[in-house]
């Protein structure tokens, strides 16, 4: 018979359909119970079929959510309208992800159903049933891959587009309005992981979902869409904004909401005016570069790419990369700040700060200034601390050899180092390996770095110097630490801040200031350095007020190995000391 | 049981009524389940009341399920007189009562004779 003979076909086809291998749940709703019957024949051989009599019936099945129903072919007229049914449908986003098929003899109401958002409509008296079949199948099969999509598409938590997809629809949102001049936000929490840590991952996603409905709020207002990127950042891509200063506040308002006791602060990098034609991913690393320029704190928090901070950024890069090969050929170079006791009949070499420059035959003469900061920033100061170490040790045993003195050299040791667990011994072992005795070796440690984390920094200090080594605080009084304070970090030499030495001209106050360091410095037994000194009449000041040691251009700029040799043979040897 | 026959009977369309049900078992089961529901009495229940809109109500309902069954004449009728009722009109559908009264009867008594 044709019809078993359609049927075998469809079953045929169904064995072939690999993703309807289990079968889908439909359930229709009429108060016919012939209609009923009849569908729910054609239907039952490639589905599981649930049967509701009235609209409120339906909605009692479907809200009951006890089994997943896939699909809804609705009558109209009955005692509970099917219009009614689709109107609550329409405000319940459960019943939206379910697919409405609408069974109709009535063409007059079709449009009224398109609008309460029916998917389609089978005809009564019904088609030929495969079509039946087969229109069901296709629904389903649309809603499904739409709702995988949509899980592919999105971050789960937020229901934001994922990185992927949100650098796929910026450039459709590129290609559909090309007219429209566009920036791309970069929106990160600040110390997200450790929000995450204390207060644990619920929070945190409350956190994000606030952020999330802010953002939407923000979006909703101008052309753009929405992506999360991992952790606590966010992206934007939106029509060109004046200005986003406002934005931080809006979105730390909409957390404190949340979290009325903790701080959360934010990061906003934008890049203004994105060419479409470039790569996404090029845009969204250069925001995350612009982002890494604000610190973690309050204070400034929206920072505008450019194309200056961009080739900073890039040279900062070329600087890392090239560190390894520099430290190896030798291209860092130890300079000798040459320091002069003052209170003899006249100046007298003591000692010298070490300083390093790093010129390289790439980049030429690299400023300190830069490269000391960066290192501190990925750790790589450790590996360069150690190699001035190292050298200093080499030179001052040579000039022992040659000289027959050992000249102290004081050594600044960045802060990163301190948190090293093996440094003291490392530095013992590059000192010993050279024979130099360790109180010959000044380890300069800023006053900042005693001060902000004294907790952590002072045992290890203290390690240092009694392990034989003088600690020297370098540039005293723009740490700001208290007088107080200052009883109980461990030092024997204290290096007046450079600042103060330039300001004493202008401002006499400063003088009684300097004056009374280097009282303290003495009721505290150590020795006090002044850096900086570049004039006579600093000289003579800090020589009058009892100041120990000074450095600067007045008596000498920094030199390097060879010239400073030169300066050891003819203070060391020639004036016979 | 002649499921063929009664539908020459009656005026209905056989190869429709197979097109939907695919065999005779089930469409004699769904002409039982119509004979013995009450489809028909509730529309003239409804016409007699003078009850427009229900009568609208039970005219549609009437129409899908005759559709459905392949009973063209029912169909024909309930269509019309669905469409006669569609803003409460109080039409004088006398004659397609009437018309309608003899056709269920007749289906009834086919019923009996072919597939009961």
Redesign the interface.
Same mark, same amino acid.
């Given at each position: 018979m044709k019809n078993n003979h359609m049927t075998e076909e469809r079953k045929i086809r169904n064995a072939n359909r690999g993703n309807f291998f289990i079968k889908r749940t439909v359930l229709i709703v009429d108060d016919e119970e012939i209609n009923v019957e009849i569908l729910s024949t054609i239907l039952e051989e490639d589905f599981h079929v649930l049967k509701a009599y009235d609209g409120k019936e339906a909605l009692e099945l479907l809200q009951k959510g006890d089994q997943k129903i896939d699909m809804v072919l609705l009558d109209v007229f009955m005692p509970f309208d099917g219009r009614e049914v689709l109107k609550i449908r329409q405000e319940n986003p459960e019943l939206k992800r379910i697919p409405f098929i609408v069974c109709t003899s009535d063409k007059n109401i079709e449009e009224e159903c398109f609008h309460l958002g029916v998917n389609d409509f089978i005809k009564k008296p019904y088609e030929n049933p495969d079509i039946i079949v087969a229109r069901v199948k296709r629904m389903i099969e649309l809603y499904e891959d739409r709702s995988i999509l949509k899980e592919v598409e999105r971050e789960k938590l937020t229901n934001l587009y994922n990185i992927d997809f949100f650098k796929k629809y910026a450039k459709q949102f590129d290609a559909n309005f090309p007219d429209i001049e566009k920036d791309m936000v970069l929106i990160s929490v600040n110390r997200f992981r450790l929000i995450n840590e204390l207060y644990g991952h619920e929070f945190a996603d409350k956190i994000l979902l606030s952020i999330t409905g802010e953002l939407t709020d923000f979006v909703s207002k101008c052309k753009g869409l929405l992506g999360k990127e991992s952790g606590g950042t966010f992206l934007l891509y939106c029509e060109h904004q004046e200005d986003y200063e406002a934005l931080p506040k809006k979105l730390e308002e909409a957390v404190k909401k949340d979290a009325k006791d903790i701080n959360v602060s934010f990061k906003i990098a934008v890049y203004p005016f994105v060419d479409p034609s470039l790569e996404k991913e090029i845009v969204i690393d250069r925001l995350s570069n612009t982002a890494d320029t604000l610190t973690n704190d309050y204070g400034k928090n929206v920072a505008v790419y450019s194309q200056e901070a961009q080739t900073a950024n890039l040279h900062k890069e070329e600087l890392i990369a090239a560190f390894p090969e520099a430290l190896k050929e030798g291209q860092f170079q130890l300079y000798f700040q040459p320091k002069y006791e003052i209170q003899g009949a006249k100046p007298r070499l003591t000692s010298a700060e070490v300083l390093i420059r790093w010129i390289s035959p790439k980049f030429g003469f690299v400023s300190p200034g830069e490269f000391i900061s960066l290192f501190e920033e990925n750790g790589l100061i450790c590996q360069l601390d150690a190699y001035i170490i190292q050298k200093a040790a080499e030179h001052m045993k040579r000039w022992k050899r040659d000289y027959g003195e050992y000249v102290p050299l004081s050594i600044n040791l960045s802060r990163v180092n301190l948190y090293r667990p093996n440094l003291v011994e490392e530095i013992i072992g590059y000192i010993s390996s050279n024979d130099v005795p360790r109180e010959k070796c000044y380890i300069e440690i800023t006053e900042s770095a005693f001060v902000e984390d004294a907790k952590a920094v002072i045992p290890v200090i203290n390690h240092i110097r009694e392990s034989g080594f003088k600690i020297e605080i370098d540039d005293f009084g723009s740490g700001y630490s208290s007088f107080g304070a200052l009883a109980d970090l461990p030092f024997d030499i204290l290096k007046i801040d450079m600042q103060f030495i330039r300001a004493m001209e202008k401002n006499p106050k400063v003088k009684d200031i300097v004056k009374m360091i280097i009282n303290l410095a003495k009721t505290l037994n150590a020795t006090v350095v002044s850096e900086g000194v570049e004039t006579k009449e600093q000289y003579d000041f800090l020589q009058e007020n009892g100041c120990d040691i000074i450095q600067g251009y007045y008596l000498s700029k920094p030199l390097p190995l060879k010239e400073f040799e030169e300066l050891i043979q003819k203070e060391f040897v020639t004036h016979g000391r | 049981m002649d499921v063929k026959k009664f539908y020459e009977e009656i005026g209905g369309s056989y190869q429709?009524a @197979?097109?939907?049900?695919?065999?005779d078992a @089930?469409i004699a089961?769904?002409l039982t /389940?119509?004979i013995g =529901?009450d489809?028909v009495d509730k529309l003239f229940a409804a016409y007699e009341a003078k009850d427009y809109r229900a009568v609208f109500?039970a005219s549609?309902?009437l /129409? =899908?399920?005759a =559709?459905? @069954?392949?009973l063209s004449p029912v169909?024909q009728l309930a269509s019309k007189i669905t469409e006669a009722t569609?803003n409460d009109d109080g039409a004088n559908l006398d004659a397609e009562f009437a018309e309608l009264k003899k056709t269920y009867e007749l289906i009834k008594a086919k019923h009996r004779e072919h597939i009961a």
């Open positions: - | 429709d @197979l097109n939907i049900m695919m065999n @089930l089961r769904m /389940k119509f =529901g489809s109500a549609h309902a /129409k =899908g399920v =559709g459905n @069954l392949a169909f569609r």
